[in-house]
């Protein structure tokens, strides 16, 4: 069977949810709102928007959980908090820690008017080494970035260049695809 490559399944950037680094967190929440309309209720739209700067280039990503991580600014004071995400903490242990940053206390509507406020620069991610891969890259490789990095996409490069998406959904069913010709299945 022929290797598949990644540029066979990547979200072109110009076919992915977009959003300026200048932009008020109110116009990336429409942004990803917009795109959820686009897509009516297909079960794989974005769950994440590409983070550009001026000059068009990808600088980071915001997601869903970025979002609503940016309602509550005292998220802040905890450090490595994409370590604490992923730590498997107890729900006493996160009580604790919601109480000990007073971490949602005010009303909704006042979070709201408070995120309103703010830049999506202030929120997004900046990508990490693990989080790319080459157009010319396999899927093999790209399954195991995913995995291994507990990543729901993958910016996809062309030259050092950012030029698509690899969401892992669209991975996940060219496996299943594939799993489709298997004796065992």
Not at 29 to 40: S, V, W
Not at 80 to 104: C, H, P, T, Y
Not at 148 to 154: E, I, N, P, V
Request: charged residues 25%.
């Amino acid at each position: 069977m022929k290797a598949k490559h990644v540029r066979e399944l990547m979200v072109p950037i110009s076919d992915y949810a977009t959003v300026h680094e200048n932009a008020s967190m109110a116009e990336a929440i429409r942004a990803l709102e917009n795109e959820k309309k686009h897509y009516g209720d297909a079960p794989y739209r974005h769950q994440s928007l590409v983070v550009l700067n001026s000059d068009h280039h990808v600088v980071g990503r915001l997601s869903q959980v970025d979002m609503m991580r940016a309602f509550e600014p005292g998220y802040s004071k905890i450090e490595e908090s994409r370590w604490v995400g992923r730590s498997g903490l107890s729900r006493k242990m996160l009580a604790d820690i919601r109480e000990q940053f007073q971490l949602w206390e005010q009303p909704l509507e006042t979070m709201c008017q408070m995120v309103c406020k703010t830049k999506v620069r202030d929120h997004m991610q900046a990508p990490t080494e693990g989080e790319f891969v080459s157009e010319d890259d396999t899927l093999n490789i790209a399954a195991h970035r995913i995995v291994m990095g507990r990543h729901h996409s993958l910016l996809v490069t062309r030259k050092n260049v950012i030029v698509g998406v690899l969401r892992s959904t669209d991975l996940f069913n060219a496996l299943y695809d594939m799993m489709e010709s298997c004796e065992c299945f």
